[in-house]
């Protein structure tokens, strides 16, 4: 039943108070409802006859309230709201406290706004005195009573996903205040202390780093925040969008890693090798691609090769790595499949013959050969390096058990791997006819004197035998004045010869060689001076001239020290008939004729002969002789042999020729260094970064050179020299080793310039920077490429994903341009990500990168960056299926060197986007033209978003930036039909197709 109260108020209000139960049919239960009616009871007037009641001033208190105060508490029961009256607006309500009436308003005034209050009614004190005599409130005073709300709550991480977070990252709230705040909000993170900072304006962000003595989950905050008129904002702990962060701090666990692998090398370079990736399991989920390396299905060498396996999960938490070992081995022999001399069945002389070999390895490779003469194992020859085809280091006479004998000689040959296996010992052999006794001299010739010629006889010999063998005489060869004149077959015994003069001496000798090469020595001289008269008859040789020709040594000294070069000089002097020549016998029985002489004449004169002494044996006494020849009858005409002996000292001569052979060793070293040089520089100007081998080789090349200048200036010359060359070896080897070429197909794309003002207006670009950019994109004729070069480092392959940025200056004048890219995250997360061979300034780590150019007119140039993470095949050709240009909204931004140019909200991470819905860089455009290109950006960067987010599904790879995979989405299908409804509307770039 209900029940009612009723309470009498001195002042004349009545309440009467209702209460009661209510049932809900629909739950069965009960419900208390209170219920008070207030009505008010007139007193007689004569209560406020000595009215002490009153009305000092007021003061706006919100939009809708305005409060006035008396100078006595306030009977709150004698207010009402046709008490009072507010100039230009009504009273919905009016409520005491205390010596304050609160009115409120029906229409909402300012803050700031001063409207005048009047008492037209009645009030009463507590003491129940009234008073209406005043009948306007005092000054009004404007407050702000408007509790502040946020907006645009959100939440982040720092981490690669921004929805996740691990030990370490960053976690940040975001937030806007309606109004001003009171110093600075206050709030936690996680149940923790959180920094709380102003960025820009009313924006803030409350940041945290998280432990690991975090709980998992779902990541909570509050935010307490008044405005600066102290009005207490209700207390925010959830955001405004969809954003939340979810901390895992558990790193994942690799199980199932393969046993160690022994396989056999199927060439020199190793085997292949294939196993399974050990399997990831994680508390949370979203664990990335096991990545081990060398991937299975790689090329492993000789030897062992460690092979490491991680992954990570989507927060970023590496697993523990694990290891295991791929063993390649070559247990294979090699084999020869020929062995056979160059001459064949022929005879020589030669003591390392040519020998030519074919041998194979599937394993490891050849590496090394040994030759034999007796086939019994005990007498090998050290290793040589292996070569296929022509060898002729093998000497067939000085080897264990080999024989210098004549004869035929069977030789054997065997090979070894690089892992060390030998061929089969014996299998093959090669045999030589060896024959190095020289053959018979001939006597004496006998020389027919004619007209201007002479016929030259002889008697055969034959061909001395060792060992019963002897390979037979083949030729004659005749010399004419200590020369040779020509080589007869061995069936000519006779020989003419025209080319004489008459009058003039000349002397012949002849010699035997045998068919493996061997030359006789030199029969005795024989001489003779054609001669005929003016009428044909012949004249005999001169029978006067018996008087030999006299020589004596002039230089150098007898016992001199030599070296080098060497001018021998006799003198010689006949005077009957003079002499005609000066033959001198060098060391190893070397003839030498000097048929004129230096000064003086025939009759006495000066001879001489310059004798090279570089191949001397140094500190060695060697002598040389020499013998003068008359131009008389040959009875008498050679005077006696003089000699003169030297002793070699080339000590200073071969210093001189090291240093020059040293000098010239430094100078190809350094230009091996240069041609290496200039190569990587081309390679750093493309964005690509080599391997710590190549720049390891670089180093250990550079430190020979250092060594080799170090002992040149130290007169170390061989050292400098041997330094030098491998220096050389070195630098070009590394050249070799080294090469880079196009994979895949490039992306190149042309920007749409009349697109551009929209777009760079969007990122908050002024409108003369605009103007500019649009106009230097125009003359500079800019456009984007992307490239993955395949880099090949001494065999083993890595992919470099590249962009580059084109630009052509087609006017006449240079330019002096700044390029700025906003490279998307999909590409690369961070600019730490990148590298370029240009200098390279970061403008945001987000990442935005700036670069600068000089073109001076009609130059083209390219600025290249990369990735720095080297990709597998398997992520270059994901990659290139996925178009990572497609995910560029802006074009390269060219701009004059000197224009300075700020990207709006450069401190927030969403700058980019967060440009495209600003109309902070519109300038005077920000009337009706500028509202609709906003709209028609938003509208195109809305597409590309939706169009990102909907085309590709990405798996994680651990510091590329990049997700590969996927297929195109939405935008695509818009471009595609917006083509054909409308085929004279070019199609945009950069992912965008605007109106």
């Not at 009402?80 to 205390?98: C, M, P, R, Y």
């Not at 959100?154 to 001003?180: H, M, R, Y």
């Not at 004496?444 to 061909?463: E, F, H, K, M």
């Not at 020589?551 to 003198?571: C, F, R, T």
Request: with cysteine.
């Amino acid at each position: 039943m209900p029940a009612t109260k009723a309470v009498c108020h001195a002042k004349g209000f009545r309440t009467i108070t209702i209460w009661g139960e209510k049932l809900n049919k629909k739950t069965n239960k009960k419900t208390l409802f209170l219920t008070t009616i207030i009505f008010l009871i007139l007193i007689s007037t004569n209560t406020f006859a000595a009215a002490t009641l009153t009305m000092d001033s007021a003061k706006t208190k919100t939009t809708t309230a305005i409060d006035v105060t008396f100078n006595n508490t306030l009977d709150a029961a004698s207010i009402s709201t046709g008490d009072f009256e507010v100039a230009g607006n009504t009273i919905t309500n009016a409520t005491a406290t205390g010596n304050t009436v609160t009115l409120t308003l029906g229409t909402p005034i300012a803050t700031d706004a001063t409207p005048a209050v009047s008492l037209i009614g009645e009030v009463s004190d507590s003491f129940g005195i009234g008073d209406n005599t005043l009948s306007t409130a005092g000054p009004i005073t404007p407050t702000d009573g408007i509790q502040p709300v946020l907006t645009s709550v959100s939440i982040s991480s720092n981490n690669a996903n921004a929805s996740l977070a691990k030990a370490g990252d960053t976690i940040t709230v975001t937030f806007t205040g309606s109004e001003a705040l009171q110093a600075l909000p206050t709030g936690t993170i996680d149940g923790q202390t959180a920094t709380v900072a102003l960025t820009s304006g009313n924006s803030y962000t409350s940041k945290f780093i998280m432990t690991s003595a975090e709980a998992e989950g779902t990541i909570a905050f509050i935010i307490n925040f008044s405005d600066t008129a102290g009005n207490a904002g209700t207390q925010v702990t959830a955001v405004t969008d969809t954003s939340s962060v979810a901390f895992d701090k558990t790193a994942p666990v690799l199980t199932g890693t393969p046993a160690n692998i022994i396989i056999n090398a199927t060439s020199s370079a190793g085997a292949v090798a294939t196993y399974t990736n050990p399997t990831a399991t994680d508390n949370a989920g979203g664990i990335g691609t096991v990545i081990c390396s060398p991937a299975s299905g790689s090329t492993f060498p000789l030897g062992n090769t460690t092979v490491t396996c991680n992954v990570a999960d989507a927060a970023g938490n590496p697993a523990t790595q694990t290891t295991f070992t791929v063993t390649v081995q070559d247990t294979i022999a090699p084999a020869i499949s020929s062995f056979t001399s160059a001459l064949g069945s022929n005879w020589t002389n030669q003591t390392t013959p040519t020998f030519n070999i074919s041998a194979s390895d599937s394993g490891s490779g050849l590496n090394t050969m040994q030759f034999s003469c007796t086939g019994n194992g005990s007498d090998w020859t050290g290793d040589a390096g292996y070569t296929s085809g022509n060898y002729s280091g093998f000497n067939i006479t000085t080897n264990t058990n080999c024989s210098s004998s004549n004869g035929p000689k069977n030789i054997w040959v065997r090979v070894k791997d690089n892992a060390g296996n030998w061929s089969s010992a014996y299998a093959i052999q090669a045999s030589i006819n060896f024959d190095n006794t020289v053959p018979a001299v001939p006597a004496t010739p006998t020389v027919l004197i004619g007209n201007a010629q002479v016929t030259v006889t002889w008697s055969t010999v034959s061909d001395n035998a060792s060992n019963g063998y002897s390979s037979g005489i083949q030729y004659y060869r005749i010399y004419k004045n200590g020369g040779v004149y020509t080589t007869v077959s061995n069936s000519t015994s006779s020989y003419n010869i025209t080319d004489l003069s008459n009058g003039t001496q000349y002397w012949f000798q002849i010699s035997s060689i045998d068919s493996a090469g061997n030359e006789s020595g030199l029969s005795t001289l024989a001489y003779a001076t054609p001669q005929y008269s003016s009428d044909n008859t012949y004249i005999p040789p001169n029978q006067n001239d018996t008087v030999n020709p006299g020589i004596s040594w002039s230089k150098p000294n007898a016992n001199a020290s030599v070296s080098g070069v060497v001018e021998l000089e006799v003198n010689a002097s006949d005077n009957d008939t003079g002499v005609g020549s000066v033959i001198f016998e060098l060391p190893d029985k070397n003839y030498v004729t000097v048929t004129m002489p230096a000064s003086g004449g025939g009759f006495n004169g000066a001879w001489q002969l310059k004798w090279f002494t570089w191949d001397l044996e140094n500190g060695k006494e060697y002598t040389i002789k020499a013998m003068a020849k008359d131009k008389g009858n040959p009875r008498n005409n050679g005077s006696a042999w003089v000699s003169r002996a030297f002793k070699i000292d080339n000590s200073a001569a071969l210093a001189e020729r090291q240093k020059e052979d040293s000098s010239a060793a430094i100078a190809d070293a350094e230009y091996q260094k240069t041609v290496l040089e200039e190569l990587l520089q081309g390679l750093e100007l493309q964005g690509i970064v080599l391997g710590d081998s190549i720049v390891s080789d670089k180093a250990t090349a550079e430190g020979f050179l250092v060594n080799a200048r170090s002992s040149y200036q130290k007169k170390n010359y061989s050292e400098a020299k041997e330094k030098a060359v491998l220096a050389a070896e070195k630098f070009s080897g590394i050249k070799e080793s080294l090469s880079v070429n196009p994979y895949g197909s490039s992306q190149e794309y042309l920007f749409a310039v009349e697109k551009a003002n929209i777009i760079l207006s969007g990122l908050g670009f002024d409108e003369a920077a605009v103007n500019e950019c649009v106009s230097l994109m125009s003359t500079c004729n800019v456009k984007r490429e992307f490239r993955i070069q395949e880099v090949n480092e001494n065999g083993a392959k890595k992919y470099l994903a590249t962009v580059a940025i084109i630009l052509e200056n087609s006017s006449s004048e240079d330019r002096e341009l700044k390029i700025i890219e906003i490279v998307p995250k999909e590409f690369a997360q961070s600019a730490d990500l990148l590298v370029s061979g240009e200098p390279m300034a970061v403008i945001e780590a987000d990442p935005k990168i700036e670069f600068t150019a000089a073109l001076k007119a009609g130059e083209t140039k390219t600025i290249s960056y990369s990735l720095k993470q080297g990709l597998t095949k398997e992520e270059a050709d994901k990659m290139l299926e996925s178009k990572p240009m497609d995910l560029f909204v802006a074009p390269p931004i060219i701009l004059n060197k000197s224009t300075e140019v700020a990207l709006l909200n450069s401190g927030n991470e969403n700058a980019g986007a967060a440009g495209f819905f600003s109309f902070a860089g519109l300038g005077e455009n920000a009337g009706l033209l500028g509202i609709i290109i906003v709209i028609v950006a938003i509208i195109a960067v809305a597409l590309v978003v939706y169009n990102n987010k909907s085309q590709y599904s990405y798996g994680s790879y651990n510091n590329l930036g990049y997700n590969g995979g996927g297929t195109m989405g939405f935008l695509d299908k818009w471009k595609k039909t917006s083509s054909e409804k409308k085929d004279e509307q070019k199609k945009g770039k950069w992912g965008y197709n605007g109106p």
